[in-house]
């Protein structure tokens, strides 16, 4: 499958990008860090622009990666390190996807082609790759926070260096940069912070609420303040009263310009409002920065920037070129083929048909329609679909809600991003037992965005709740039962699946739920167990295989449910074979192997031998999601080489 974004538009030729005059290639490999970026002259530094999107557009279209929002902070980044003294000054970037120029600038240059590759750069900020990243981020929302840490704890010390958060308007959809907002204005330790506010529209999809539908108001606003700024500067100039006059408007301002500016939410929370600016104007940047990062107060710095600026294609398609994968840099198209669709896309197609029957099924994410495979659906059923935007806490409330009032809510969230509602899960869900469905897509190993991306706690954190179903299908139709038994379950359910290609397994036609915790058995073999969940039963019918080659004979169990398990099944194949190998894309502790085991101490067993394969306590690096899984042994040569030295070590 080959997916194609739009080509260039109208005033965006390929040779704006490729045409690239020789003096601007020489710039950026005079940059080994900040200090050199300041003694570029200011006339030069749109070249350095042009050249600094020229080389993220090159590596990512070898690589893949966030593109689309680098693009737009290309000439911010410019104008934060050009005007102040980072790492001595501390500049806290939100999420971190837009964070490419940022890093050819802090001595990042050289290895900047190993950008999300194993062992190479991460995607995103992380204090342990370079002093200029102040805090490891990935997910949204927690630059003004974490700024104002630093900035308190630097007020503690006596250090004077500022503290710059830049947010996306995307992220101020999420309560957690509120609650840092809030708290800013309320101190009088945080007079060195900057919150750098950067408003393209968007976050990954288009925004959504009625915050976006307010700072979208920004460009009347703007040409208020451009007439504010040319009117000011005229009576300014009047001889002798020019000033006196200029300070009487000012005042006379001041009754109504919250009621036409998007300053006056801002300016609620006690800090001094700049902006809105535009983004891509680097003097007008510079001087502004220069003029405002002496200011003793909290200061917000509103700055419009276009996502995907300099590239035709990530312009026209922002939402594609938020995270993509390889592509042509001539055409902007897709190179990474694939026919077999992706769990994403049998969930869509599948939720989406379900509902066509069923009135109560409502769809719910967090600012990822298309990520989630709910395009379709939204566009099927706009009043039955709600995107709440980064905001998972209230989306899953919000779905309890509904729950309420008979409804099916399908709450669809990436498993990294559905840990920020532990405790709405938990509370306004589970409690009661509320017929929420969540369907966590990017379980497990996800690949080059990282230790903040892979999905790899949701057995942990969900199996615990009571009330809580967790499940997770080997293949596309074991996912289509799983969504259809979770319609039919009468209270919280938790399904899992991967990212990426599915097997290839024929799809179902007749849709028949599951029994709510029975696994089943695949294949028979009386040497010993291989019990798997999820993704990883492909891998262990496939270590089969490679025993059965050696002359080992292995049963291999889908254990279907993490909770409830099928103790019964569970019970009777250990007493019958008692070598087990439990096997998990997902943490060791508190995870699928962990609840056999307990399953087995609570059943009474004795004399069995059990080992269990998954991710062993610590933070999977970035890379290759097979290249990870085989690092790990999860992968068909990992298991049957597990498997070869337990029956080794039992002789």
Request: aromatic share 8%.
């Amino acid at each position: 499958m080959r997916a194609t974004v739009p080509r260039y538009g109208k005033g965006t030729e390929l040779s704006k990008m490729t045409a690239m005059p020789s003096k601007s290639r020489d710039l950026l490999s005079t940059i080994q860090c900040p200090a050199d970026l300041r003694k570029i002259a200011r006339e030069d530094l749109p070249a350095l622009a042009e050249e600094l999107r020229r080389t993220i557009v090159e590596v990512v279209s070898r690589t893949g990666g966030h593109l689309a929002s680098s693009l737009g902070a290309v000439e911010l980044t410019i104008a934060l390190h050009y005007v102040f003294d980072a790492p001595r000054d501390k500049i806290v970037w939100d999420v971190g996807h837009q964070t490419y120029a940022h890093k050819l600038l802090t001595g990042r240059r050289q290895r900047f082609d190993t950008l999300r590759q194993f062992g190479g750069l991460s995607g995103f900020s992380r204090r342990s790759e370079s002093p200029y990243d102040p805090f490891t981020t990935g997910h949204s929302s927690t630059s003004i926070s974490a700024a104002l840490g630093i900035s308190c704890a630097k007020h503690i010390r006596h250090d004077d260096a500022k503290v710059i958060a830049v947010i996306g308007d995307g992220s101020l959809t999420a309560g957690l940069a509120y609650e840092g907002l809030n708290q800013a204005g309320d101190t009088h330790k945080d007079k060195d912070l900057i919150v750098v506010l950067n408003d393209n529209d968007m976050s990954i999809a288009r925004n959504v609420g009625a915050l976006s539908s307010f700072l979208s108001r920004k460009f009347s606003a703007k040409r208020l303040q451009e007439w504010r700024r040319e009117f000011g500067d005229f009576l300014k100039s009047l001889p002798r009263i020019g000033d006196d006059i200029y300070q009487i408007a000012k005042r006379s301002e001041e009754s109504f310009k919250t009621f036409v500016t998007p300053g006056m939410l801002f300016e609620a929370f006690n800090f001094d409002y700049f902006g809105p600016i535009n983004g891509h104007k680097l003097n007008h940047l510079i001087d502004i920065l220069n003029n405002i990062k002496n200011i003793q107060a909290p200061v917000l710095l509103h700055v419009t920037t276009c996502k995907g600026k300099g590239y035709g294609p990530a312009e026209s398609n922002p939402v594609y070129f938020h995270g993509c994968s390889r592509f042509e840099v001539e055409t902007g198209v897709c190179v990474d083929k694939r026919c077999i669709p992706s769990y994403t896309e049998v969930f869509g197609s599948t939720l989406l048909a379900l509902a066509q029957k069923d009135e109560r099924i409502i769809a719910v994410t967090a600012a990822m329609p298309e990520g989630t495979g709910l395009k379709a659906f939204a566009d099927s059923f706009p009043e039955r679909f709600f995107d709440v935007g980064i905001a998972e806490q209230h989306g899953v409330t919000f779905a309890a809600g509904m729950a309420t009032e008979g409804l099916r809510p399908v709450v669809a969230i990436y498993s990294t991003f559905l840990q920020r509602a532990y405790d709405q899960i938990l509370h306004d869900v589970c409690i009661e037992a509320l017929p929420v469905i969540f369907a966590l897509d990017r379980s497990g190993i996800v690949g080059e965005d990282g230790p903040t991306h892979h999905g790899l706690f949701d057995f942990a954190f969900l199996r615990s709740l009571p009330n809580m179903v967790v499940l997770a299908p080997r293949a596309e139709a074991e996912l289509q039962r799983m969504l259809v038994t979770a319609l039919h379950h009468d209270g919280p359910i938790a399904m899992r699946y991967p990212r990426g290609a599915a097997t290839g397994a024929t799809l179902n036609q007749a849709l028949a739920p599951l029994e709510i915790g029975r696994g089943e058995v695949l294949c028979h073999g009386n040497d010993l167990i291989l019990l798997a969940i999820g993704r990883m039963v492909p891998e262990a019918l496939a270590a089969r295989e490679i025993l059965a080659q050696e002359g080992l004979e292995a049963t291999v169990i889908d254990g279907r449910f993490v909770k409830p398990l099928d103790r019964e099944l569970i019970l009777d194949a250990v007493q019958r074979i008692p070598r087990l190998l439990t096997i998990e894309e997902h943490v060791l502790q508190g995870g699928f192997g962990s609840a056999v085991l307990e399953c087995l101490a609570d059943g009474g067993l004795i004399g069995y031998r059990v080992r269990r394969l998954g991710i062993p306590d610590l933070f999977v690096e970035h890379g290759p999601q097979s290249l990870l899984r085989s690092r790990y042994g999860l992968d068909a040569k990992g298991i049957a080489a597990a498997a070869r030295e337990m029956l080794k070590e039992g002789r």
